[in-house]
């Protein structure tokens, strides 16, 4: 059986299409994004199917247009947008969706073309300066979603969001009054950072949204507990995502508003981390540091910055049997020393200039980062069909919401 991959905007049929079916059929020059539209379907479906809330998709992990449509048809209906950017983006392709415009921060002509021009009536804030400036905007509108954002600890996610942005506790009680004495209905929010890698995270998170419902005396109407929700990479291997979800529901259900209230979540990386992945090719090999030919500049920011670790897999026909492996680091393709992925990345021992390997799980800030500095950056995108390497959505998850696919949905590792 034949199935279609796209390359260059044309149709092309190969046979079990994969990534080293398009090394084998390409042998490109430059870096190729691989993307799996049944992997960010089965994602969304799992979330609209099994989160007992409202999901919305923070644009930013991936603002692909193609993704937020096929986000759109598998029920994510509401999207978290953080500028005026992603605001008219989302409107342009998905006119009937529902934005929130929850960055905390916001310059008045953005919140006021937000809310006259593209119809968003959600906005976050964590001050009283942010509060008035809405409330001008909007010409002190009365239709407005509001949600305070509180500050929560960010000790159990990969990377902290817990400095820049949330009302202190000292503040969140007289800011919740404020906000309810202006707002159509009235939310609070929350981060627990990226890749938060128990659900704890999120019950310890709720415990504060219950002291400041408290101690304000506030009806509230939305709970967001934002993002966080992780992927699989190596040496990250996180709890089943339903465990996240029942301890969030049970949290909810304990507040004293839960009866009245809905239940937010935004989901970034985890609706779109396994949705694409990268084709690179080796340029050069010296001792075990491999240069190839993306990296800091472009899809592997992360990966030189934080230093995230992707897993990758050597796509090559001949790969001897038996072959050992070893830890390598990569440098990117510009003349900048920082362009370098310390890893470790482990690869066969015996990889060479001309090898291609597919770093994966990028779907999640690969092409939201990239960059040309250097004259580098172009990429092309190819549609494959078969499996990323690593998932958190289980065959018998897939099964119980109705995704079918001819691969297992299982870890390629």
Same mark, same amino acid.
């Given at each position: 059986?034949?199935?279609?991959?796209?390359?260059?905007?044309?149709?092309?049929?190969?046979?079990?299409?994969?990534?080293?079916?398009? /090394? !084998?059929?390409?042998?490109? *020059?430059?870096?190729?994004? =691989?993307?799996?539209?049944?992997? &960010? %379907?089965?994602? #969304?479906?799992?979330?609209?199917?099994?989160?007992?809330?409202?999901?919305?998709?923070?644009?930013?992990?991936?603002?692909?247009?193609?993704?937020?449509?096929?986000?759109?048809?598998?029920?994510?209906?509401?999207?978290?947008?953080?500028?005026?950017?992603?605001?008219?983006?989302?409107?342009?392709?998905?006119?009937?969706?529902?934005?929130?415009?929850?960055?905390?921060?916001?310059?008045?002509?953005?919140?006021?073309?937000?809310?006259?021009?593209?119809? /968003? !009536?959600?906005?976050?804030? *964590?001050?009283?300066?942010? =509060?008035?400036?809405?409330?001008? &905007? %909007?010409?002190? #509108?009365?239709?407005?979603?509001?949600?305070?954002?509180?500050?929560?600890?960010?000790?159990?996610?990969?990377?902290?969001?817990?400095?820049?942005?949330?009302?202190?506790?000292?503040?969140?009680?007289?800011?919740?009054?404020?906000?309810?004495?202006?707002?159509?209905?009235?939310?609070?929010?929350?981060?627990?950072?990226?890749?938060?890698?128990?659900?704890?995270?999120?019950?310890?998170?709720?415990?504060?949204?219950?002291?400041?419902?408290?101690?304000?005396?506030?009806?509230?109407?939305?709970?967001?507990?934002?993002?966080?929700?992780?992927?699989?990479?190596?040496?990250?291997?996180?709890?089943?995502?339903?465990?996240?979800?029942?301890?969030?529901?049970?949290?909810?259900?304990?507040?004293?508003?839960?009866?009245?209230?809905?239940?937010?979540?935004?989901?970034?990386?985890?609706?779109?981390?396994?949705?694409?992945?990268?084709?690179?090719?080796?340029?050069?090999?010296?001792?075990?540091?491999?240069?190839?030919?993306?990296?800091?500049?472009?899809?592997?920011?992360?990966?030189?910055?934080?230093?995230?670790?992707?897993?990758?897999?050597?796509?090559?026909?001949?790969?001897?049997?038996?072959?050992?492996?070893?830890?390598?680091?990569?440098?990117?393709?510009?003349?900048?020393?920082?362009?370098?992925?310390?890893?470790?990345?482990?690869?066969?021992?015996?990889?060479?200039?001309?090898?291609?390997?597919?770093?994966?799980?990028?779907?999640?800030?690969?092409?939201?980062?990239?960059?040309?500095?250097?004259?580098?950056?172009?990429?092309?995108?190819?549609?494959?069909?078969?499996?990323?390497?690593?998932?958190?959505?289980?065959?018998?998850?897939?099964?119980?919401?109705?995704?079918?696919?001819?691969?297992?949905?299982?870890?390629?590792?």
């Amino acid at each position: 059986m034949l199935f279609p991959f796209i390359f260059w905007g044309s149709l092309e049929l190969y046979e079990n299409t994969d990534a080293l079916a398009v /090394v !084998r059929a390409l042998r490109p *020059d430059e870096p190729i994004t =691989l993307l799996r539209p049944h992997a &960010a %379907t089965r994602a #969304a479906r799992f979330f609209v199917e099994k989160f007992q809330g409202k999901s919305l998709y923070a644009v930013k992990a991936n603002p692909s247009p193609a993704l937020l449509e096929l986000l759109w048809n598998a029920g994510i209906t509401h999207f978290d947008v953080a500028s005026l950017g992603e605001v008219r983006l989302v409107n342009k392709f998905l006119p009937d969706a529902k934005l929130c415009f929850m960055h905390p921060v916001k310059s008045e002509r953005a919140i006021s073309q937000a809310y006259h021009n593209h119809g /968003v !009536r959600t906005f976050s804030l *964590d001050s009283r300066d942010e =509060l008035e400036k809405i409330v001008r &905007a %909007t010409n002190g #509108a009365t239709d407005l979603e509001l949600c305070v954002r509180i500050r929560v600890s960010s000790e159990h996610a990969k990377l902290s969001l817990a400095s820049k942005f949330g009302a202190d506790p000292s503040e969140v009680a007289d800011l919740l009054v404020a906000t309810r004495q202006v707002a159509d209905a009235l939310g609070i929010c929350f981060h627990v950072g990226s890749q938060a890698m128990t659900p704890a995270a999120f019950s310890e998170a709720m415990e504060h949204v219950r002291a400041a419902i408290v101690q304000a005396s506030v009806t509230v109407d939305i709970v967001d507990v934002g993002g966080g929700f992780p992927s699989v990479y190596p040496g990250m291997e996180p709890p089943p995502l339903e465990s996240y979800f029942d301890v969030i529901h049970n949290a909810f259900e304990d507040l004293p508003i839960s009866y009245s209230a809905e239940l937010w979540c935004e989901p970034g990386r985890a609706l779109c981390a396994e949705y694409a992945s990268l084709l690179v090719r080796v340029e050069k090999r010296r001792g075990n540091e491999l240069y190839i030919n993306d990296g800091a500049y472009g899809s592997l920011f992360d990966a030189a910055h934080v230093g995230w670790r992707f897993p990758v897999q050597l796509q090559r026909s001949d790969t001897s049997i038996g072959t050992q492996m070893a830890e390598f680091s990569f440098y990117g393709p510009t003349c900048d020393d920082m362009d370098h992925m310390v890893g470790p990345f482990v690869l066969p021992d015996d990889i060479q200039a001309g090898d291609y390997i597919e770093v994966g799980m990028l779907g999640a800030y690969g092409c939201a980062m990239r960059t040309e500095f250097n004259g580098f950056g172009e990429t092309e995108t190819v549609v494959v069909e078969d499996e990323p390497m690593a998932t958190l959505y289980s065959r018998s998850a897939a099964n119980d919401i109705g995704v079918t696919n001819r691969h297992a949905l299982v870890s390629k590792k």
